[in-house]
């Protein structure tokens, strides 16, 4: 008997090779009818990004992109797909280092506001000014005043973008802990992806209960009617990255849109900042049962 070994191939390959003709120079590899059908939804929705960004330039549109959530959430594998095929010069993302101490005693939003787009633009941040609502006051970075300010003032800061002309989406991407802690010890023996591991992240699971206080704060405070969330259940990150490009798609109008049918979202993977706020508030009693 033949002894089968795995392969994996790189994202797109099963695609680009489904109708492949055979020869002696080829071997046959069976490949998950699920993963096909993925890479063909990813490819039509990225099709329909790049319609978007083309609009977006045409009509000197401005949009923002928060992508938020804890430690491998799944924010930056879904920036990538989202970002693969659009030209750079017009979708950058934005990822910050921890701030300079020039940068400690300017105002908290400035550092932010330097990366916001021109007319033409999407900017897709990695982590955005949500740190002070999760991570700072966590880990220690920030001051309990500090932390109450920023809650007060994000509502505002958030309207007058909008309110300027920038269409904002917010969205955070849900992890279990068991989950979580998967693709820890995944990235931990993985050496091409052990630079993700930082020792904040190490402390992500002894300080789950913590992160989930902060984050029913951050909803509770700062899911308003101009700016809202959109919460992205992230355990299976091709269904989360398939439903947020969705999401982004259908809150946008441009040219040659492919129907409102090919882009409603799964309602289990894709929950409003409202619906997570009473999932919340009728669980904290059962912490166990409280969504990451």
């Known amino acids: 008997m033949t002894a089968t070994k795995k392969v994996k191939l790189s994202e797109g390959e099963a695609l680009k090779n489904k109708d492949a003709k055979g020869s002696d120079k080829k071997v046959q590899i069976w490949i998950p009818k699920s993963t096909i059908a993925y890479e063909e939804e990813k490819l ?74 021109s007319a033409g633009e999407m900017v897709l941040f990695d982590r955005s000014w949500y740190n002070r609502a999760m991570v700072e006051p966590v880990m220690g970075f920030c001051t309990d005043e500090q932390h109450k300010k920023f809650l007060k003032y994000a509502p505002i800061f958030e309207r007058i973008l909008v309110k300027e002309g920038i269409t904002l989406i917010k969205l955070y991407f849900s992890v279990s802990k068991k989950m979580q802690l998967k693709r820890f010890e995944k990235r931990s023996k993985d050496p091409l992806k052990q630079y993700k591991l930082s020792p904040v992240d190490m402390q992500a699971q002894d300080l789950w209960g913590e992160y989930t206080m902060r984050k029913f704060q951050m909803l509770l405070e700062t899911n308003t009617t101009l700016s809202p969330w959109t919460i992205v259940r992230s355990d299976n990150k091709k269904k989360a990255r398939i439903n947020c490009m969705k999401h982004i798609l259908s809150k946008m109008d441009y040219e040659d849109k492919i129907s409102d049918e090919e882009l409603t979202p799964d309602s289990k993977i894709l929950i409003s900042g409202i619906d997570e706020l009473k999932l919340m508030e009728s669980n904290l009693a059962k912490p166990h049962k409280l969504p990451g």
């Open 44 to 117: 039509k929705l990225q099709i329909e990004l790049l319609k978007l960004q083309n609009h977006v330039k045409k009509t000197g549109q401005r949009i923002v992109m928060l992508f938020e959530g804890r430690d491998a959430a799944g924010k930056g594998g879904t920036i990538k797909r989202i970002r693969e095929h659009l030209n750079p010069r017009g979708a950058r993302v934005v990822a910050l280092e921890k701030p300079s101490d020039t940068e400690r005693t300017q105002w908290y939003f400035q550092r932010y506001t330097d990366h916001l787009p």
